[in-house]
């Protein structure tokens, strides 16, 4: 991988570079849009939840909407490296007001990252409250959790499984039907990037 590595192009974000609800832009590297391109099943999308598997398991942080957005302006040449890198210290600066939140809200950053599922439908938000959303965030990372085993996020029938231990918790908690199956989607999401970590884990 270090052969891959430029003096300018796309930043890729290491193990090191994250931290528990942030981005450090230190010993940032990058990488041609070429090779950016051969990682596009791997890339990352507005909303996911990076997750460390190595030096400090289980760090993470949320991916913004714009981020996305920067890294194709880059590729029609209307950012450059180092404007690109100032978007990655803004995210940093997102990620550290996320840390904040989290702690302000009372939830870890797992439960943040369902938290900010769950709220993406502004209605719903409304309806069920800061208090609302953050019991059943609590209650969704404890029951992905429990049902999360190995490929459980690319096997039919155990997704199934999982998408309706969702839609119980949902009903339990009375979310908003007619949002529930938004919900469920970002939930799914959402856990398929603590997959890795939760599967087998029983809680």
Known sequence: ???EYVDKG????????????????????????SFHKRLQK????PGDVVIVRTGKPG??????????????RYHTNALT???????????AHEMAAARSRGEELGLSPEEVAFYDALA???SAREAMGDPGLRVIAAALVKTIRENATVDWNVMAPTRARMRTAVKRLLRKYGY???MQD????????????FAPLWAGSGG
């Open 42 to 45: 791997s890339s990352l999308r």
């Open 59 to 72: 760090t993470c942080a949320a991916i913004p909407d714009w981020l996305e957005q920067a890294v194709g």
């Open 176 to 178: 908003p039907p007619d």
């Open 120 to 122: 993406r439908n502004d």
């Open 182 to 193: 938004e919900a469920v989607q970002n939930i799914l999401r959402q856990a398929e990037e």
């Open 1 to 3: 991988m270090a052969s």
């Open 81 to 91: 490296s180092a404007q690109i890198l100032d978007e990655l210290i803004r995210l």
């Open 10 to 33: 796309i930043p890729f974000l290491r193990s090191l570079n994250i931290e528990p609800l942030n981005i450090k832009c230190d010993g940032v590297k990058f990488i041609t849009p």
